[in-house]
């Protein structure tokens, strides 16, 4: 389809067997931080397996409560930090 031509054509290649795209190397990979909510799970779940089909890796990480009132606050220097490191997989 137009979205897996848009990604060839922007140099991300599917050149493995493990489904993902990749460029120069690097795999087209990310986390989605998901905030506990009715219905925002399924959708993330939904939006993952779309990004797969294309051959992208959407991570899903569900927010703790902790981690969902720092994104809620002003966002400092210093709570963006403490949320990207509660964020971080073990041994990242």
């Keep these: 389809?137009?979205?897996?031509?848009?990604?060839?054509?922007?140099?991300?290649?599917?050149?493995?067997?493990d489904g993902v795209r990749h460029r120069n190397g690097?795999?087209?990979?990310?986390?989605?931080?998901?905030?506990?909510?009715?219905?925002i799970e399924e959708s993330a779940v939904f939006v993952q397996a779309?990004?797969?089909?294309?051959?992208i890796r959407m991570d899903i990480q569900m927010l703790?409560?902790?981690?969902?009132?720092?994104g809620a606050k002003e966002l400092t220097r210093e709570n963006?930090?403490?949320?990207?490191q509660l964020a971080m997989p073990a041994g990242s």
């Design 80 to 84: 963006f930090l403490t949320l990207c």
């Design 50 to 55: 779309q990004l797969r089909r294309v051959g």
């Design 64 to 70: 703790t409560p902790h981690m969902a009132r720092l």
């Design 26 to 39: 690097t795999p087209f990979r990310f986390n989605a931080l998901v905030q506990p909510a009715e219905g």
């Design 1 to 17: 389809g137009r979205a897996k031509q848009l990604l060839d054509a922007a140099g991300w290649r599917n050149e493995g067997d």
